[in-house]
């Protein structure tokens, strides 16, 4: 695109994302979502906000100064690797181990635009006990567990280099944070026997369709009716798409949001219909267009 036109095109999409945003109070859209919903067009929320936001993107930039330092990571495999069976008992296998430098492990973390997002969605949800599957630096987990309604953050991670640089940057921000060191099965086994009812679930690795639908279906029992459940990178490939167009239809749901990187739905204990669907990708400013990682659609 042009440079002189980019700015117009700009000002377009913020207008076509503000009169979205003008439609949803009174139709029936989750008021708990509103304020991370105008956030994502404004750009704007309250200092103490955007204070913790300061001091989790202080530690990511530290993160970052160990440059081409080497660390370990579960990369999510190539759709197909966990069989095409989704049961509770199947176990997806996970991704190859890869080697990441520090800068690709902060950049990994979610941003300050998405994870502000997460902590509004947790703040005004009042989410106190929240898990998360997929922890990495502890970024997001930073977000999300900062909220201050926040009782108990556990998060789970495979990498016991990532899970140790989580368990030292998590608690800058966030009271009382549980890094598992485990695969994302293997902790679950561990903690829903105990767990007390779950608010806020965020999966956030081992990005397959097949593999998030299992995972979903895991802790879905334990979570609390009203809970709000995100689903991350939704539009990575198009086996992730694939997968959030199945949840988007999951009668346990009476919302199904779509903002393009993530899926933000409302759980219900009881329904029989499908969720109300809605598409905000132009609230996010993202458009219809899906990831192809690796050429995998080929
Ligand atoms: C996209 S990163 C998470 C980023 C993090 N949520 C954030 O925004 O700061 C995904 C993480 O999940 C971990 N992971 C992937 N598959 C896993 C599995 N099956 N069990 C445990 N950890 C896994 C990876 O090692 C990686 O650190």
Known sequence: MLNAVRPFVRGARKLVAKSKLRSLPGNGFPQSVL???????????DERAEKIADRIEAERDRLASFGSQKVDILYSPKPGSAGSTVTADLRPS???VMQFSMEQVARTGKTRRWGLFMHLLAREHRSANILELGTCAGISGSYIGSSPHCQQLRTIE???????????VLPLTVSNPTVINALFDEALDDILPV????DFLFIDGHHEKIATLHYWQRVRPKLRDGAIVVFDDISWSQDMRDGWNELAREPHFSHAMDFGIVGVCIYRTAGTKPPRQWDLRAIAGVGKGVGNPHGWRN
């Open 94 to 96: 996970h991704g190859e």
């Open 35 to 45: 304020p991370a919903a105008a956030y994502l067009v404004s750009e704007k929320t």
């Open 158 to 168: 495979g990498s016991p280099a990532l899970a140790e640089l989580a368990r030292s």
């Open 195 to 198: 767990i007390e009812p779950i």
